[in-house]
């Protein structure tokens, strides 16, 4: 079974703190994704990754930056944080690049901003 | 139009019940399609892919209709337990495969 372990369940941070959320996946898959979801609003990629060193921007990147150093793992960074990126936050994987095999999500961060 | 659009409900049905989902989908050259589960505060799980010729899982039957852009999910004898949000998944090379998510349907099954 894929494994996507995100490092906090729940998280609050103050307005203007620099966020970081982990994303380790144990299957080498090549793809990652990070995005946020709110109610009534589905869910909203921010970023994603084909490879090590990769990174493309998804539909809403403004305030976010990412980074994947290592295949295993990527990381979302808000650089400054504010109270409308409160939201739940999934890391998701998926095999290969240009797939058409379904991803996995992480358990998922409750992210409050305060 | 949305590149992909499903009733957001709710669907409230009462245990026993057989109930379906439609999703459709714009991109014509769309090539794999996916429904999740997703109970409430929690991460989207697989339910299962949607293969051309339908298929079927237990209680759960896929179907892809692509003359018409929408693929569907039926539930057979409702349990309490599916109660959720189902997610349809559709991946295109318009988009270079990046999953394209509905925003869900809720259903509500009740005793």
């Known amino acids: 079974d894929v494994k996507v372990t995100q490092s906090s369940r729940y998280l609050v941070k103050r307005t203007g703190e620099k966020v970081f959320l982990e994303c380790v996946q144990d299957m080498d898959h090549e793809n990652m994704f990070w995005y946020r979801q709110d109610p009534g609003l589905g869910l909203r990629l921010i970023y994603f990754?084909?490879?090590?060193?990769?990174?493309e921007k998804g539909d809403i990147p403004e305030g976010y930056s990412v980074s994947r150093e290592k295949k295993e793992r990527f990381s979302l960074i808000l650089e400054s944080a504010s109270t409308n990126q409160t939201s739940m936050y999934l890391c998701a994987t998926q095999p290969g690049a240009y797939s058409n095999q379904p991803q996995h999500f992480g358990d998922g961060t409750r992210l409050s901003i305060l | 139009r949305k590149e992909v659009e499903q009733d957001p409900g709710p669907f409230n049905v009462p245990e026993g019940a057989t109930v379906a989902f439609n999703c459709t989908y714009s991109n014509s050259a769309s090539q794999s399609f996916f429904w999740y589960r997703q109970d409430c505060r929690k991460e989207p799980k697989l339910l299962m892919s949607?293969?051309?010729s339908g298929n079927e899982d237990g209680r759960f039957t896929a179907q892809l209709n692509r003359a018409s852009q929408y693929i569907s999910l039926l539930i057979r004898d409702s349990k309490l337990s599916d109660s959720a949000t189902y997610l349809c998944?559709?991946?295109?090379?318009?988009?270079?495969?990046?999953?394209?998510f509905g925003r869900g349907t809720s259903l509500i099954v009740h005793p």
């Open positions: 998944v559709v991946n295109s090379p318009a988009r270079s495969y990046i999953p394209t």
């Open positions: 949607v293969y051309s």
């Open positions: 990754s084909y490879d090590v060193k990769m990174k």
